[in-house]
């Protein structure tokens, strides 16, 4: 008993092109789509761990308190400013020396890691003064 597509009525062949058609139109870029989503999470996640062993982060992200973070920074920088603002907004001023900048670079490279925060559009505001250089951000909260 062979079924020849010949045999099928004109409905029948047009619900199987079309079923072919979803296939191939909708089912498949979203199967290849869901991959290339996992593959770019899983390579994210693996990048955040080399960043997590790179500077020694032992502890999992924690909800931004104002006297934590100052008691931290202040004990890297000389002079640390922190204003809240509406919406978990935080003006942060951070003085920083200039043969510390290194510090200040893992400082910032590690502050999402270290709390739910972002750097509002990835704006930081620097001015030089005689040896010491003025950083300006402002935090959102997550």
Do not use: C
């Not at 005689?130 to 951000?137: D, P, Q, S």
């Amino acid at each position: 008993m062979s079924l020849k597509f010949t045999s099928f009525t004109l409905v029948s062949k047009l619900l199987i092109i079309l079923s072919f058609l979803v296939l191939f139109l909708w089912v498949v870029p979203n199967i290849v789509s869901y991959y290339e989503n996992l593959n770019q999470y899983e390579s994210k996640k693996r990048s955040l761990q080399e960043v997590n062993v790179k500077h020694g982060i032992t502890k999992s992200a924690q909800k931004f308190n104002v006297t934590t973070f100052k008691s931290m920074a202040t004990t890297l920088f000389s002079n640390v400013n922190v204003t809240s603002m509406e919406k978990g907004k935080h003006h942060i001023i951070i003085h920083v020396e200039k043969d510390k900048i290194k510090i200040f670079n893992t400082f910032i490279e590690t502050l999402a890691l270290r709390y739910f925060v972002s750097i509002e559009n990835n704006e930081l505001k620097f001015e030089e003064k005689e040896k010491i250089l003025e950083a300006t951000f402002t935090l959102q909260e997550f």
